[in-house]
């Protein structure tokens, strides 16, 4: 009787088990169909978007590197064109300054050499009018130091002489 009682239990539970063997297959095919297979490709698509984006964010890299050497040579560009520009404005500058300098040293020149010839044709007047003093009173003062009369007239024709031959203003 045991043994009819194992083979009885041995019986059961082997159908148990087909059962319990049946269902865990049902439900791994349910869960592989409803759960696991969505899952995995939910895996696999945000495997692939991560990829992609790093990818795309190696790219993106890439061409920012690029654009900032597209940038710097456009900019040692720029900057060598103002360079020259300031340049040429610089000696622009210059030149019409020299221009403005020399225009206003000629026109000194211009001046000083109108105020000489004035300041001699002056100078030449007034020795012509003090000319004839110069006798009186160089007479004056040897009569004083003397303490005689003295009349001197031959100093005067002398004097004109040696005035006359020197200018006052010099350039």
């Known amino acids: 009787m045991e043994v009819m009682e194992g083979l009885v239990l041995n019986q059961q539970f082997g159908i148990e088990f087909l059962i319990q063997l049946a269902l865990f297959l ?8 409803l759960v696991f297979k969505p899952m995995l490709e939910l895996i696999h698509i945000r495997e692939h978007k991560t990829h992609g984006l790093k990818e795309e964010a190696e790219a993106a890299k890439q061409k920012v590197v690029k654009l900032k050497a597209e940038y710097d040579t456009f900019l040692k560009a720029e900057h060598r064109k ?25 026109e000194a020149s211009q001046t000083l050499n109108a105020l000489r010839k004035q300041i001699n044709g002056d100078t030449e007047k007034v020795r ?4 004839h003093l110069i006798s009186d009173f160089a007479s004056r003062i040897a009569s004083k130091l003397v303490g005689k009369t003295v009349k001197i007239s031959s100093v005067e024709t ?9 200018p006052v203003v010099q350039g």
């Open 26 to 33: 049902s439900s791994l095919f349910v869960m592989k169909q």
């Open 82 to 106: 103002t360079s020259s520009w300031l340049d040429e404005e610089k000696k622009k500058v210059l030149a019409e300054e020299t221009k403005i300098i020399q225009a206003a040293r000629d």
């Open 128 to 131: 012509g009018e003090l000319s």
């Open 158 to 166: 002398e004097l004109k002489k040696n005035l006359s031959n020197r």
